[in-house]
């Protein structure tokens, strides 16, 4: 009996340090019934119920089911780094060529794309409203030390703002900058209670602006604000759900797949919240 239980034991680390399992209540969603499990870590497509479309006609050809874990793209990457999930949506392009590069991560694909949009209160107090570039809307904001909310999170979102703090040559600091670590949609309803500028995803703005009656887009078009989306999965053979994810990752990429994203959102906000890949290959460097 003793020997039995040792034996367990040794099988359940195992599983537990080869990335063969994830704790169920790490699934902020669960699509599917079969039997065949994959975990995929992204935020704003699950958030937003897009990840839950795709893996619906997916698993209904397939005996899969999905665990979405939800997180930001510095955390996704984390957590496909050390083995923890199966793929993740991401869009943070540097960060995503480097993990194929050092080799722990594959199947690199562009499946889409939105845009950031700088949101802020409608009487506009820094006049972003008239700047001519993303940096230069930065500027206003910290010359004018109005209130500006970050994610502070590591996410593609942070990343993005961080560097165009840099192109403002700006060091953002003092009591105007509040750093939430909090997720889009949590960050974006601050903003409105608290009348302040955030830079949100143009497809959490169309998902939510009914919700935000204090703020207004302010600043949008610069194409360094646009937002492509890659997918990327583990290596061969490396997860038990490596292989499901890779087949996945097929599919959101395929024309079935493509029309999903382009067209999700339509039906409930008159315009959809995705560019497709096709969109998206012109801002894809």
């Known amino acids: 009996m003793k020997r039995l239980t040792s034996g367990f034991t040794v099988l359940s680390i195992f599983l537990i340090l080869g990335g063969f399992s994830y704790a169920a209540e790490e699934c902020a969603g669960r699509y599917g019934k079969g039997p065949n499990e ?3 870590a992204t935020g704003s497509p699950g958030e937003l119920g897009l990840l839950k479309g795709l893996a619906e006609a997916f698993n209904a050809k397939n005996t899969t089911t999905l665990c979405w874990i939800k997180a930001g ?3 996704s990457l984390k957590l496909l780094k050390e083995k923890k999930v199966d793929m993740v949506m ?3 392009p540097a960060a995503e060529k480097k993990a194929v590069s050092e080799g722990w991560a594959t199947n690199r694909k562009l499946i889409g794309s939105n845009e950031f949009f700088l949101v802020g209160p409608k009487d506009d107090p820094a006049g972003v409203a ?5 940096a230069d809307a930065y ?3 910290a010359k004018a030390g109005a209130k500006f909310f ?4 590591g996410s593609g979102t942070h990343k993005k703002e961080m560097a165009i703090w840099e192109r403002a040559d700006v060091s953002p600091k003092g009591d105007w900058y509040i750093v939430t670590k909090a997720f889009m949609t949590d960050t974006l309803r601050r903003a409105d ?3 302040g500028y955030f830079m949100t995803d143009s497809s959490t703005w169309v998902a939510e602006r009914k919700n935000l009656p204090n703020l207004t887009i302010l600043f949008r078009g610069d194409k360094f604000l646009v937002n492509t989306y890659h997918t990327l999965s583990q290596p061969k053979d ?3 759900g490596q292989k499901w994810a890779a087949q996945f990752i097929d599919f959101v990429a395929s024309e079935e797949g493509q029309k999903i994203i382009a067209d999700y959102g339509k039906d409930r906000y008159g315009e959809g919240l995705y560019n497709d890949a096709k969109y998206a290959s012109q801002y894809d460097k």
């Open 38 to 40: 994959f975990s995929l």
């Open 73 to 75: 793209s510095g955390e």
């Open 90 to 92: 991401v869009h943070a």
């Open 130 to 134: 008239k700047a001519v570039s993303a």
């Open 139 to 141: 500027a206003k904001v």
């Open 150 to 153: 970050s994610r502070g999170d």
């Open 193 to 195: 209670k608290e009348n």
């Open 238 to 240: 490396t997860t038990q």
